[in-house]
């Protein structure tokens, strides 16, 4: 599968963006998704993930209550909507997919075998 984010942009603080990631292929709905994202200097962290099902989600815990994954197997995409952004939230992020997964390790970067080019997100304090 091919993985395709965009949505990113330059906000300010407060307020809110959508990421989008359009998966290619027929198998969208058997793949788990994921969003993380990576500041500068920092490593590759956890942000957001959702079961092939859709019937579960799991967020890190410094989104929590301020972002929501979502997807549209129809549409064969992943949605990340973003609120009440904070200037700490600036990083790129990754959108990421594993076939058929439904185990406990959604926040770890190294359960998923494909993933998107990136897109940045910059929040303005």
């Known amino acids: 599968v091919q993985l395709q984010a965009s949505g990113g942009g330059l906000v300010q603080a407060g307020g809110s963006l959508r990421l989008s990631c359009a998966a290619s292929g027929r198998t969208f709905s058997s793949y788990a998704m994921g969003w993380f994202r990576q500041a500068l200097g920092k490593e590759r962290e956890f942000v957001a993930a959702i079961s092939w099902s859709g019937d579960s989600t799991y967020y890190a815990d410094s989104v929590k209550g301020r972002f929501t994954i979502s997807r549209d197997n129809a549409k064969n995409t992943v949605y990340l909507q973003m609120n009440s952004l904070k200037p700490e939230d600036t990083a790129v992020y990754y959108c990421?997919?594993?076939?058929?997964?439904?185990?406990?390790?959604?926040?770890?970067?190294?359960?998923?075998?494909?993933w998107g080019q990136g897109t940045l997100v910059t929040v303005s304090s």
């Open positions: 990421a997919a594993v076939l058929g997964y439904s185990g406990s390790y959604y926040h770890d970067a190294w359960t998923y075998d494909y």
